[in-house]
């Protein structure tokens, strides 16, 4: 099917562990991004990437690491998780960096 | 420092009534401005985009107008209904000399449209 995934959709995981988000999308698109949403700060950029290979920091990316080997494919990686990082992420997709295409987004919760 | 403004206050219309949102932003000379609709539990939806060159744009029920004098949007929708309640959020893309500089969205603001 065409369009922006992401999973899981749903994680739980403890303070200090590894957790990798993954978005796949089918569009071909040059530019993904990661953001994450809380309440009282809105959507806030994580990092973004222009083509493979090509990523860059957005407003918040202390604590996250990404990588885009393939066009398509965009992980996400929080590396020792903390209690801050319990969010709702979205994964979004563009292929000029105007509009953007949101996958469903993960519910993440560190406990 | 920059901010993108909109009302945080839930905005309450009647059906069939025009929606009008605002969306204010400092310090920033965006190259356009989005708007975005966002369900609860689903991401954000792109519904237009407007350029710094353009006063207005229009897509079906949706007007959107960017004054870069006044640095403000305002989001209409005509004809209001019920399934128009949403949370709506606008963004701004910049540019520097290195290219895009990133994109910025307000908090949103959450609108109820009243049977």
């Known amino acids: 099917d065409a369009g922006i995934t992401q999973s899981p959709r749903y994680k739980i995981t403890e303070t200090g562990r590894q957790v990798t988000l993954m978005c796949h999308q089918t569009?071909?698109?040059?530019?993904m991004f990661w953001y994450r949403q809380d309440l009282g700060h809105g959507l806030r950029l994580i990092y973004y990437?222009?083509?493979?290979?090509?990523?860059d920091k957005g407003e918040v990316p202390d604590g996250y690491v990404v990588s885009r080997s393939k066009t398509e494919n965009f992980p996400l990686t929080l590396e020792s998780a903390t209690r801050s990082q319990t969010s709702v992420y979205f994964c979004?997709?563009?292929?000029?960096?105007?509009?953007?295409?949101f996958g469903p987004g993960t519910r993440l919760t560190v406990t | 420092s920059q901010k993108i403004e909109q009302n945080s206050e839930a905005l309450n219309i009647q059906e069939g009534k025009t929606a009008t949102l605002t969306c204010n932003y400092t310090?920033?000379?965006?190259?356009?401005l989005q708007w975005y609709r966002q369900d609860p539990g689903r991401g954000p939806v792109f519904l237009l985009l407007?350029?710094?060159?353009?006063k207005e744009k229009r897509k079906e029920r949706l007007k959107v107008t960017f004054d870069t004098t006044l640095k403000q949007s305002l989001f209409h929708i005509t004809a209001s209904q019920p399934a128009d309640s949403a949370t709506y959020l606008c963004?701004?893309?910049?540019?520097?000399?290195?290219?895009?500089?990133?994109?910025?969205f307000g908090k949103g603001t959450h609108l109820i449209i009243q049977p």
């Open positions: 963004a701004l893309v910049k540019y520097s000399g290195g290219g895009a500089d990133g994109l910025t």
């Open positions: 569009w071909s698109h040059s530019y």
């Open positions: 979004a997709s563009s292929g000029t960096y105007s509009e953007q295409y």
């Open positions: 407007i350029r710094e060159n353009e």
């Open positions: 310090n920033y000379s965006p190259a356009y």
């Open positions: 990437s222009a083509a493979a290979d090509i990523t």
